[in-house]
């Protein structure tokens, strides 16, 4: 616990109920979505202003507390998982204010605590449309989403968070108010920060406000669902797709294992035998969505897909998507612990990649659903377990490391949108170099000479 | 460290159902006290990963997780929003008993608990002689909503506009019911629940007035007892064991083809929450549960669903009625359609949806009493949602939702009128 005189301090920067000491309240910030062992942090701090956020994060540093700030905690790699030498955790979910959505210039304001699907929502109020939908968007805080570099479904199409930053005022560890980009599309001032802001977890700043890209929404859109007997066929529409220059904004996938899970779940008859389902959407201006429908599927004939259904209209398409919709669900249900991993490759690589995690789960005996990203060669092998079966848990971390392997064997990467946190952080050197991590560390300690920012995070302690 | 090991042990039981948690937060969507709060202990994975932490052992301040636990609805919206499906109130009301047991209830509790709520006989009198007392201390704040407040008794109540105790009973003006099927060919128990029988005694009449209407043979015993909620949510499985009991006497005799009520949470109880804490009562008891079970339905339902009742085409009268979805209708027992075509029966009205209409209203039982100004943060949101359509009246199923909506207009001085949708259907009966 830090001293009396200390959280003193920091009563006095963000008032007394903002700052957190029981047992009860700093065990329920010791965790997040990731199957880790909890951390306690020493305390918990929610400062209700960006002012009193620098002035909280300088406090830290000056007393040498690391930092984790944490939004929702829906974080998959242990990025929110505070750190055990006095560690403070940093709330941002009082700061979630949209301070501007600027309906002329295509831009929005935020600070770091607004939750992603409420202001996707306020943005569409304005006939205006935010496309990163990352699977906790409920929740989900938009600075955990810039921290983390979250994905979604629409990644193919519409990119992932860090093609919606423009700009980041962030505070660094003294608690300096640090700004980079702008509200204009072309901003070439300085170094590029704001980029180097995203997907660093926490580990070299403090976010205060974000300036983030809005786009006109699509007019249209169309849903489809396609079945096949082979996971290499649907690999081959996906590529047909791409050739035949249509970019569908959403082109999921799913395995046999999980069609088998949600059809236990959902009872709704879907194809057990199948070994593959896709579901796409194309979207845009009416013309060109029907037009592009039409490709898509004739690409899917041609491929051979067993079966080809298309949504006639948004009741229709409901319908089709539930199957996607309960994949995680129907998953999370089979068993206790549900491991979600990221692992992702060239889009070309996923028949191999489907194969090689089929034949570790065989291998390691243990159950692996895999559904994802089609699109974006990003799929979630799902790895269901009983964190309580000592061996099973042991066979589920070797399988994980063997996944890590073929992914990087199939140049792809360790992770697509989840982080690499502390879950991954040992694979880091592997996928890049020794030189990278070198690189990395020393710039963090140029920036943080006390190494108070999320440490242990990303690039080791 | 002794005594924290048994609690440890005792909570075990609830790790095969709590290890379903994946910790994925998404809970955090739907509680409305997280909305108010923002406080990870207060929504259900920060509440899960402290029993849990209780039962290995990991957490020392016992008195500060039942505190956390105790801050809850219980109005299930995480459980039905849950991506793996976990059985939360399952595992919030077995912990409850637990750890309150554990703790020990406070003598307030204990004393109406058990010293009242499971005498039925002693409990009716004493609120008989309440209802001719209670002007006394209280004034009328509002005749529409039929709500008080009152000065003497602020320190206790606060500043809450409550419905008063009804000036006679159900009880006290029938005794008891046992009249035969008629054209429905239909008979059923009635159980009015003690909110029906000693406040909103008009609801309890609706629905009688629906039964003679359709033919419907009535069961009502004398002495019925509380279903049991108040003191299951207080973790008193003494108190509740005795009223379940009391219930089953009564209702294990009688011939009825249904076991109807007017509140929500009285069915939901009966149906989800006794068979789910019945493993330690004898085989009799258990059978007596199951079959009610089966029969037990909410009034709505069984007067759209079993009578038939619909309209062709809603009605679209001059008075606009807003419906509050209850969360033990909707979440518990899934009855969402049969209220909102009851009131489509009644050619005065119109219904219009209001925002997040299936969002709790924060009364929450007991969860009133002991957190009155965040149930009033989560009302206020009901409140501003009924209050945007416009509408003369809100409707719902649930007589707690009831009194809590009447607090929340009162002290706003709307004035929207809180009916149940069976006394609506009632309305439009000759």
Known sequence: ???????????????????????????????????????????????????????????????????????????????????????????????????EINEEDLYAVVEPGVVTAKFAAEVAKRGLFYPPDPGSQAVSTLGGNVAENAGGLRGLKYGVTKDYVMGIEFFDVNGGLVKTGSRTVKCVTGYNLAGLMVASEGTLGVFSNIVLKLVPPPQASKAMMAVFDDVNKASEAVAGIIAAHVVPCTLEFMDQATIRYVDDFTKAGLPRDAQAILLIEVDGHAGQVAE?????????????????????????????????????????????????????????????????????AAKYNISIGTFGHAGDGNLHPTILCDRRDKHEFERVEHAVDEIFDVALSLHGTLSGEHGIGMAKSKWMEKETSKATIEFSRNMKRAIDPKYILNPGKIIGA | MADLTKLAKLLQELDDQMVGCMKCGMCQAVCPVFAETMKEADVTRGKIALLENLAKEMIHDAAGVQEKLNKCLLCGSCGANCPSGVKVMDIFLRARVIVNTYMGLSPVKKAILRGML?????????????????????????????????????????????????????????????????????RVAFFPGCLGDKMFVSVAEACLKVFEHHGVGVYMPEGQACCGIPAISSGDRVAYDKLVKINLDLFSKGGFDYLVTPCATCTATIKEIWPKLMDEYPATMRDQIRALHDKVMDVNQFVVDVLGVKPEAPAKGAVKVTFHDSCHMKKSLGVTSQPRALIGMNPKYELVEMAECDRCCGSGGSFNLYHYDLSKQIGERKRDNILATGAQIVSTGCPACMLQMTDMLSQHGAKVAVKHSIELYADSLR
């Open chain 1, 1 to 99: 616990m830090p001293s009396a005189a200390l959280i003193k301090e920091f009563e006095a920067i963000v008032g007394k109920d903002n700052v957190f000491t029981s047992e009860a309240d700093r065990q329920s910030y010791s965790y997040d979505s990731a199957v880790l062992e909890a951390v306690v942090p020493a305390l918990v701090v929610r400062p209700t202003s960006t002012e009193q956020l620098g002035k909280v994060v300088r406090l830290c540093n000056e007393n040498g507390n690391p930092i984790t700030v944490r939004g929702a905690g829906t974080n998959l790699s242990g990025g929110t998982i505070p750190d055990p030498r006095e560690g403070i955790v940093i709330l941002t979910n009082s700061l979630n204010r949209i301070i």
């Open chain 1, 292 to 360: 592009d429908a039409e490709k898509v599927e004739k690409v899917l004939n041609k491929v051979g897909a067993t079966e080809i259904k298309v949504a006639k209209d948004a009741a229709e398409k409901f319908k089709l998507w539930e199957a996607r919709r309960n994949a995680l669900p129907a998953l999370a249900r089979a068993k206790p612990t549900t491991v979600l991993e990221d692992a992702t490759v060239p889009r070309s690589k996923i028949p191999a990649m489907v194969k090689a995690i089929n034949d570790i």
């Open chain 2, 118 to 186: 499971t005498k039925p006989a002693l409990f009716n009198a004493l609120l008989d002689l309440g209802s001719k007392f209670q002007g006394i201390f209280t004034s009328k704040v509002d005749d529409l909503l039929g709500s008080s407040c009152s000065k003497v008794l602020s320190p206790v109540i606060g500043d809450r506009h409550f419905v008063g105790l009804a000036k006679q009973s159900l009880h006290s003006k029938i005794k008891a019911l046992d009249t035969p099927a008629g054209k429905s060919g239909k």
